[in-house]
């Protein structure tokens, strides 16, 4: 049984997930669009729901434990590895993440020849900066972009959450940063820059099978094993837009993109 979470990217990667494993054989069941994390979590725990794509910092910082400060990818699974309950297992960690970041427009970016959140030392105290009102004082917000880059921002305006105000706001350079999720489709459109994070000031939120171990055979493992091997953020950013911003089927994305990397579907 295949689980995904209400939202589209997650029902999208379920998608991939399902045809993937039908294509190797195996008889799979669609159970999409269940609810947030504390809807489907328990659902695995007791073996409901065999497989669902997930975030591993969000997982871990959820569900298993919550005072976890694991950043990294590899400290993050590993975290998740041991404190799982005995009946769940991830599986390997696709190169994708749908994580904050700090994202200028792609002509800021040029200007100040940016790539890498490392590079506004000087440059932010010119800058307002834009995000959701919490990030004003969340550990892995202002507060963390002081203590791991050590940035002082000219301002903070409150905005939305990676959504429409954020984003227009960026367009117009009333904020010349903003708190955007990698995978947000607008990304592409509007032409925006998600810049390095190389001292994971935001937590690692690769995408990973989460897996209820009886579930799950050799097959399936390897079959999901293979996609984290080939799916990556800009892979999945692509599909994103296909289904969010341009109305296309989920099946049909998912196929093509299976197909574009030599996996039978």
Same mark, same amino acid.
């Given at each position: ?60 910082? %959820? ?120 995978? %947000? ?22 995408? %990973? ?57």
């Amino acid at each position: 049984v295949i689980g995904s979470a209400n939202f589209p990217e997650n029902e999208l990667l379920a998608e991939i997930y399902s045809l993937a494993l039908q294509g190797a054989g195996v008889k799979v069941t669609d159970k999409f669009n269940i609810g947030a994390r504390e809807v489907y979590y328990p659902e695995v725990e007791k073996g409901a729901i065999t497989v669902i794509p997930e975030y591993n910092g969000a997982l871990l910082t %959820t569900s298993v434990d919550t005072k976890s400060t694991a950043a990294t990818t590899a400290a993050v699974n590993a975290a998740l590895t041991s404190k799982l309950p005995a009946a769940l297992e991830i599986l390997n960690s696709s190169s994708a993440q749908d994580k904050d970041s700090v994202t200028v427009t792609q002509s800021f970016a040029k200007a100040h020849h940016l790539t890498s959140i490392a590079q506004l030392t000087t440059l932010a105290k010119t800058m307002v900066i834009g995000a959701a009102p919490e990030f004003k004082t969340r550990a892995d917000g202002l507060v963390g972009l002081r203590t791991n880059y050590g940035l002082t921002f000219k301002s903070f305006s409150p905005l939305d959450e990676s959504g429409p105000i954020t984003l227009a706001a960026l367009k117009d350079n009333k904020v010349q940063a903003a708190d955007v999720f990698t995978t %947000t489709p607008q990304i592409i459109t509007d032409n925006l820059v998600a810049l390095a994070d190389p001292k994971f000031n935001f937590a690692a939120q690769n995408v %990973t099978p989460l897996v209820y171990k009886k579930g799950a055979n050799s097959t399936v493992v390897n079959t999901l094993n293979e996609i984290s091997a080939k799916l990556t953020t800009a892979g999945l950013l692509a599909m994103d837009k296909a289904v969010i911003l341009d109305h296309a089927q989920y099946n049909a994305v998912a196929a093509g993109w299976l197909k574009a990397v030599g996996i039978k579907s």
